[in-house]
């Protein structure tokens, strides 16, 4: 991977931040995301699907009657089976608009938005900087190897966990979250593997400061 028209410190650093170093998955610059990333991204994704459509306030009939004498099932349509269906449709599409963020090592690697060493880098593009990464600049914002896994291991935990969504959906939604009755209760078996779950991007200081005074005038009052 080779940094041209740089300086020596920020080619280094940006080596060190796109490339890893300890196993010889990272040695490759990849780290795939590990069973608890993969769940808590899927708990993220398909409730905030779920808050989506859970705004409307429909009434709709179910069932199936040959000569339309038997009155139909009505049913509010964010408590209906055919909410959740609609919602895990594509859901798992939904991780290719995570980003990989290296200069972080938890977690929140994964999140949304570029990361800070491709913001440092298309800045560098914009002053005239030539950059060279190995890859085309029109591939720099595609999804990265490891969001494209992670769709992948969605899809295969939503096929073997889908009775587990279900259940919470129908019984357990009012009670508890997505990220603990799937993740937290069911995927992952050991304490040591949900560290992840606690995991949460810092707020940026300035927004911090913005919260903190909001709740200590509503304090006062």
């Given at each position: 991977?080779?940094?041209?028209?740089?300086?020596?410190?920020?080619?280094?650093?940006?080596?060190?931040?796109?490339?890893?170093?300890?196993?010889?998955?990272?040695?490759?610059?990849?780290?795939?995301?590990?069973?608890?990333?993969?769940?808590?991204?899927?708990?993220?994704?398909?409730?905030?699907?779920?808050?989506?459509?859970?705004?409307?306030?429909?009434?709709?009939?179910?069932?199936?009657?040959?000569?339309?004498?038997?009155?139909?099932?009505?049913?509010?349509?964010?408590?209906?089976?055919?909410?959740?269906?609609?919602s895990l449709e594509n859901v798992c599409e939904r991780v290719l608009e995570y980003n990989l963020h290296k200069e972080?090592?938890?977690?929140?690697?994964?999140?949304?938005?570029?990361?800070?060493?491709?913001?440092?880098?298309?800045?560098?593009?914009?002053?005239?900087?030539?950059?060279?990464?190995?890859?085309?600049?029109?591939?720099?914002?595609?999804?990265?190897?490891?969001?494209?896994?992670?769709?992948?291991?969605?899809?295969?935990?939503?096929e073997e966990y889908e009775e587990t969504i279900s259940d919470w959906y129908f019984k357990h939604q009012d009670e508890?979250?997505?990220?603990?009755?799937?993740?937290?209760?069911?995927?992952?078996?050991?304490?040591?593997?949900?560290?992840?779950?606690?995991?949460?991007?810092?707020?940026?200081?300035?927004?911090?400061?913005?919260?903190?005074?909001?709740?200590?005038?509503?304090?006062?009052?």
């Amino acid at each position: 991977m080779l940094l041209k028209g740089l300086s020596g410190f920020v080619a280094l650093w940006l080596l060190l931040q796109l490339a890893g170093a300890d196993s010889p998955e990272e040695e490759q610059g990849v780290r795939y995301a590990n069973r608890c990333e993969a769940c808590k991204i899927l708990a993220t994704e398909l409730e905030a699907r779920l808050g989506e459509t859970g705004k409307s306030h429909d009434v709709i009939e179910i069932g199936y009657s040959v000569d339309d004498v038997k009155p139909k099932k009505r049913t509010e349509y964010r408590r209906s089976e055919l909410r959740l269906l609609e919602s895990l449709e594509n859901v798992c599409e939904r991780v290719l608009e995570y980003n990989l963020h290296k200069e972080r090592s938890d977690s929140t690697r994964f999140a949304k938005g570029m990361s800070q060493t491709f913001q440092t880098l298309h800045g560098l593009v914009d002053k005239g900087v030539k950059v060279d990464l190995g890859i085309p600049y029109e591939l720099w914002d595609k999804p990265p190897v490891e969001v494209t896994q992670m769709k992948t291991q969605c899809e295969n935990l939503l096929e073997e966990y889908e009775e587990t969504i279900s259940d919470w959906y129908f019984k357990h939604q009012d009670e508890k979250s997505l990220k603990k009755h799937l993740c937290e209760d069911h995927v992952l078996k050991k304490k040591a593997e949900r560290e992840c779950l606690k995991e949460q991007l810092a707020l940026p200081e300035a927004r911090k400061a913005k919260m903190e005074k909001a709740k200590g005038d509503k304090e006062e009052l």
